[in-house]
């Protein structure tokens, strides 16, 4: 059996990682989203293996002792990570799997798994994002202002991507990514 492909899929909030996420898992059965874990409470709805593992601060802090996590950082005063045995299950079993993380974590799996697929969601326009963002109707002024900051810092690192894939129609752009993907796996 062939093993899974371990994909990185990096964007700034409001580009619509989700909605894109949302088609390949549909479109692509041998395509799972990886759970990450975490030290916040859960949300009203949220199951424990399905949106979080959610953990508390020591827990989170054995599986790091324990080198459990892919990646991990720290954000708000919560933790969140990657737990490794879960992804790598799914790979030996010849699934391919997406961690949907942020650009710290990005750096931390290229670093370990330089062979990973990384892709980079970018918006169309900056303006872009920060209409889609106002748009959400969700947040604050300040709360946009500190991720269309955050955005900046994410867009600036776009070059160091295996690939950039502009979020212009979700639809397009999802399936943009599982060309992607088809390509690299036929290339192994």
């Known amino acids: ?106 750096f931390q799996i290229k670093e370990a798994y330089p062979e990973c697929l990384s892709i980079f969601v970018a918006p169309p326009s900056f303006e872009e994002l920060q209409a889609r963002l106002e748009g959400r109707g969700t947040e604050t002024p300040e709360v946009i202002a500190e991720r269309l900051k955050t955005a900046r810092e994410e867009l600036a690192h776009h070059h160091l991507f295996d690939y950039v894939v502009v979020n212009d129609d979700a639809e397009r752009a999802a399936n943009e990514v599982l060309s992607i993907i088809s390509d690299r796996k036929n290339k192994e």
């Open 1 to 106: 059996m062939r093993k899974g492909l371990l994909i990185v899929f990096t964007g700034a909030s409001g580009v619509g990682k989700g909605t894109i996420m949302k088609k390949l898992l549909a479109a692509n059965p041998n395509i799972r989203l990886s759970v990450s874990a975490t030290t916040r409470a859960p949300r009203e709805g949220e199951q424990n293996g399905r949106e979080y593992y959610f953990v508390t601060r020591r827990e989170f802090d054995d599986l790091i002792a324990n080198g459990g996590f892919l990646e991990y950082a720290e954000y708000v005063g919560n933790c969140y990570g990657t737990p490794s045995e879960p992804v790598f299950r799914m790979l030996d079993e010849g699934l391919d799997v997406i961690l949907e993380i942020e650009l710290k974590g990005f």
